[in-house]
């Protein structure tokens, strides 16, 4: 399938290099694909990444064009509306948004805290601005390793989906069982508003990165 991954930090990469393990063809979206190219951090090259996983980068808008059925938003929380507006709502209508942001706002330093949180989530201000768009909020509530390799954590943990969209939910799950995760392990939500719970487990994860030393965790829901 020729999906689009918008976003090319550690979590844009991280899917992409599972999308094409498992034979996807990925346009990966970017505001500059020049300047992204000459990314080089510490012992990290954008153009090393670039040589050793075959995606095509591309634009924002041309990467979502390119999209047969599903985008994936890897973009930051905070300016993922700005990235999805370039990414363009005729190329985004119809198909299925898998929403992997988390609205972190370090404008007052650290902790980030969520901005929208409590009564809002970054996953309904995509679904409201995008109505033709079937957004399902999944994978937010982990490290991006493990979104693509459960079997990093050991028992059952779980995952969490959410949207208003039957089919579009049961796209995603596909997508996560061929990511490893066991159907019983990805817990349904219900609608959109699901993305307000998962996006508020944000404070609790930092929290326990912070406590345990170690971002390789995940919740496990225990039924009695
Ligand atoms: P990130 O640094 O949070 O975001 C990088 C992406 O955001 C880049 O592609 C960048 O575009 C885009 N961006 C930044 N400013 C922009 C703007 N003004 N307009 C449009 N796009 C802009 O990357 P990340 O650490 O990979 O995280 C991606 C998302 O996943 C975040 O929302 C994060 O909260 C969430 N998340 C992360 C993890 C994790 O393990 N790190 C786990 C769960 C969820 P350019 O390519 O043009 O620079």
């Keep these: 399938m020729k999906i689009a991954v918008l976003g090319t930090g550690m979590v844009g990469r991280a899917i992409a290099e599972k999308l094409l393990s498992l034979g996807h063809q990925v346009a990966m979206g970017t505001r500059d694909p020049e300047k992204t190219k000459k990314i080089q951090k510490d012992d990290f090259s954008f153009q090393n990444w670039l040589a ?6 591309t634009n924002f808008a041309d990467a979502a ?7 994936i938003n890897c973009t930051a929380g905070m300016v993922s509306l700005e990235a999805l507006k370039l990414a363009g709502r005729d190329n985004l209508k119809g198909k299925v948004l898998l929403d992997i942001a988390n609205p972190l706002d370090f404008s007052k330093g650290q902790p980030p ?12 201000q995509i679904q409201a601005a995008f109505p033709e768009t079937l957004v399902v909020k999944s994978l937010n509530t982990m490290n991006c390793y493990l979104m693509v390799n459960p079997s990093l954590v050991a028992g059952a943990h779980n995952v969490f989906v ?24 990805i817990i349904d939500l219900g609608d959109i508003t699901g993305a307000r719970a998962t996006e508020q487990l944000l404070p609790i994860w930092l929290k326990l990165w912070m406590a345990k030393g170690t971002p390789m965790f995940n919740f496990g829901i225990v039924m009695g």
């Design 52 to 57: 050793a996983n075959q995606v095509k980068l």
């Design 65 to 71: 064009a390119l999209a047969e059925t599903l985008v």
């Design 113 to 124: 805290f969520l901005n929208p949180g409590n009564t809002d989530s970054l996953g309904e």
């Design 162 to 185: 959410s949207g208003n969209d039957e089919a579009a939910k049961g796209k995603v799950k596909t997508l996560l069982n061929s990511f490893g995760w066991p159907m019983e392990r």
